[in-house]
């Protein structure tokens, strides 16, 4: 291996296409079993390589040279083979930083919990110390290292202000788990999640529905990985390297959810998006026929609406995951919230808001086969589709020329 990755569990990584967009080395994604990463570390055939969960720790003593702030952290995220000497540097602690700081916030003076015991645990509470936050507590399920347990944080820290997550807890494939409920911390005034896949875990989106600003790990991985390899280069890349790697990457992997009434042109909307971005189209009704054998009138005639409700929200939390496709939901998807959450892990969501005059009833939609069915239908809707939706399109035109209007959204 030239330049790459070593942890133990890989697949979820971007970081493969990260570097892929900052430089011209071979990348390598590479899983390394705990009872072979020690002689991995001796045999070091490689240029440089970033290190991930759980070896932070474990390769520094392998090391020749560990720089400043990796010393002071115990956490070393990338190292350099000069000469057969291994160098080791933790570009982790600029990510962390960068990411707090593009979250807009401003923690000096501020309470902080730090989720997790782990490398990325050490290196949020040395951001945390250098922007200034007044108490930090760090929190294990153990209490080891100087850390508290979640029992004591609860008990005797409800004036957290400050959640940084540093635990996997909400990584995928675990997508619908979170490491903690807020509702304890009143004074709470922003949430980080080092985990960035989901972009917005569950952690994230909990706190954003409180009004609380937070922000996923994804920013912070683009920023160790820009440092990274300007340390592997030694070389330095311009200012807005990291901004414009960040949009792309996020932009790669973000779906596009498209929600809206019955009719409205969601999927044929959907078809002309996809094909023009180049990206898996994905109709949940579609899923949901091919699942049940059969046609959604069928669903409604034979199994009733709440049977139809129940396939659907199990097609959608499948759906969840994916990254980077265009997905063309049911008018009734956002009916449950756990839908709309789910597809907000990984989705920016759109409402195609076309005029009721211009809607029409269809014999194969059983609740908006007439015109008085349409009418109620959006009486009831209308004001969910709104407040779901990241953006509102309207759609007066032909689906070109609503597609175009997304299309120049999302790329924007
Ligand atoms: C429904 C809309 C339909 C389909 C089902 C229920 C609804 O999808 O999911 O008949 O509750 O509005 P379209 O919006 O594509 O018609």
Same mark, same amino acid.
């Given at each position: 291996?030239?330049?790459?990755?070593?942890?133990?569990?890989?697949?979820?990584?971007?970081?493969?296409?990260?570097?892929?967009?900052?430089?011209?080395?071979?990348?390598?994604? #590479?899983?390394?079993?705990?009872?072979?990463?020690?002689?991995?570390?001796?045999?070091?055939?490689?240029? =440089? !390589?970033?290190?991930?969960?759980?070896?932070?720790?474990?390769?520094?003593?392998?090391?020749?040279?560990?720089?400043?702030? =990796?010393?002071?952290?115990?956490?070393?995220?990338?190292?350099?083979?000069?000469?057969?000497?291994?160098?080791?540097?933790?570009?982790?602690?600029?990510?962390?930083?960068? *990411?707090?700081?593009? =979250?807009?916030?401003?923690?000096?003076?501020?309470?902080?919990?730090? *989720?997790?015991?782990?490398?990325?645990?050490?290196?949020?509470?040395?951001?945390?110390?250098?922007?200034?936050? #007044?108490?930090?507590?760090?929190?294990?399920?153990?209490?080891?290292?100087?850390?508290?347990?979640?029992?004591?944080?609860?008990?005797?820290?409800?004036?957290?202000? !400050?959640?940084?997550?540093?635990?996997?807890?909400?990584?995928?494939?675990?997508?619908?788990?979170?490491?903690?409920?807020?509702? =304890?911390?009143?004074?709470?005034?922003?949430?980080?999640?080092?985990?960035?896949?989901?972009?917005?875990?569950? *952690?994230? *989106?909990?706190?954003?529905?409180?009004?609380?600003?937070?922000?996923?790990?994804?920013?912070?991985?683009?920023?160790?990985?820009?440092?990274?390899?300007?340390?592997?280069?030694?070389?330095?890349?311009?200012?807005?390297?990291?901004?414009?790697?960040?949009?792309? !990457?996020?932009?790669?992997?973000?779906?596009?959810?498209?929600?809206? $009434?019955?009719? #409205?042109?969601?999927?044929?909307?959907?078809?002309?998006?996809?094909?023009?971005?180049?990206?898996?189209?994905?109709?949940?009704?579609?899923?949901?026929?091919?699942?049940?054998? #059969?046609?959604?009138?069928?669903?409604?005639?034979?199994?009733?609406?709440?049977?139809?409700?129940?396939?659907?929200?199990?097609?959608?939390?499948?759906?969840?995951?994916?990254?980077?496709?265009?997905?063309?939901?049911?008018?009734?998807?956002?009916?449950?919230?756990?839908?709309?959450?789910?597809?907000?892990?990984?989705?920016?969501?759109?409402? !195609?808001?076309?005029?009721?005059?211009?809607? $029409?009833?269809?014999?194969?939609?059983?609740?908006?086969?007439?015109?008085?069915?349409?009418?109620?239908?959006?009486?009831?809707?209308?004001?969910?589709?709104?407040?779901?939706?990241?953006?509102?399109?309207?759609?007066?035109?032909?689906?070109?020329?609503?597609?175009?209007?997304?299309?120049?959204?999302?790329?924007?």
């Amino acid at each position: 291996m030239n330049y790459g990755c070593i942890g133990e569990h890989l697949k979820h990584s971007f970081s493969k296409e990260i570097h892929n967009s900052l430089a011209d080395y071979k990348y390598d994604i #590479c899983e390394i079993a705990p009872e072979n990463l020690d002689a991995f570390m001796t045999e070091r055939n490689f240029s =440089a !390589i970033n290190v991930t969960i759980p070896y932070k720790q474990a390769v520094i003593k392998h090391l020749y040279e560990i720089d400043g702030s =990796a010393k002071e952290i115990g956490a070393v995220n990338t190292i350099v083979n000069r000469g057969g000497r291994l160098y080791g540097y933790n570009t982790d602690f600029f990510g962390m930083r960068a *990411l707090i700081l593009h =979250a807009g916030l401003d923690i000096s003076q501020r309470k902080v919990a730090i *989720l997790g015991t782990g490398g990325t645990s050490r290196t949020a509470s040395a951001v945390a110390k250098s922007l200034g936050a #007044c108490k930090i507590l760090r929190v294990g399920r153990t209490p080891k290292d100087g850390a508290i347990t979640y029992g004591e944080l609860f008990r005797e820290h409800s004036d957290t202000e !400050i959640i940084i997550n540093t635990t996997p807890v909400g990584m995928f494939p675990n997508i619908f788990d979170t490491p903690i409920s807020l509702d =304890a911390f009143p004074r709470l005034f922003g949430v980080i999640d080092a985990v960035y896949n989901p972009l917005s875990t569950p *952690l994230v *989106l909990a706190a954003r529905e409180r009004g609380i600003p937070a922000e996923g790990g994804l920013y912070m991985l683009v920023a160790q990985a820009v440092r990274a390899s300007e340390i592997f280069l030694d070389t330095s890349y311009p200012e807005n390297t990291l901004d414009s790697v960040f949009k792309k !990457i996020k932009r790669k992997k973000e779906n596009i959810v498209l929600i809206g $009434m019955p009719s #409205c042109g969601k999927s044929t909307v959907g078809k002309i998006i996809a094909e023009r971005l180049g990206r898996e189209f994905i109709d949940t009704d579609a899923l949901i026929e091919e699942r049940a054998g #059969c046609s959604i009138p069928e669903i409604f005639e034979n199994h009733g609406e709440a049977h139809f409700r129940g396939l659907e929200s199990e097609v959608i939390r499948e759906l969840a995951p994916k990254n980077g496709a265009v997905i063309a939901t049911g008018g009734g998807a956002i009916l449950r919230e756990e839908n709309t959450r789910a597809l907000r892990e990984n989705g920016k969501i759109y409402f !195609i808001d076309r005029p009721l005059e211009l809607l $029409m009833p269809t014999e194969d939609r059983p609740l908006a086969s007439s015109r008085e069915a349409i009418e109620r239908r959006f009486a009831e809707r209308h004001g969910i589709y709104k407040k779901t939706a990241d953006i509102t399109v309207p759609s007066v035109k032909t689906p070109t020329d609503t597609a175009n209007l997304i299309i120049e959204d999302f790329c924007l």
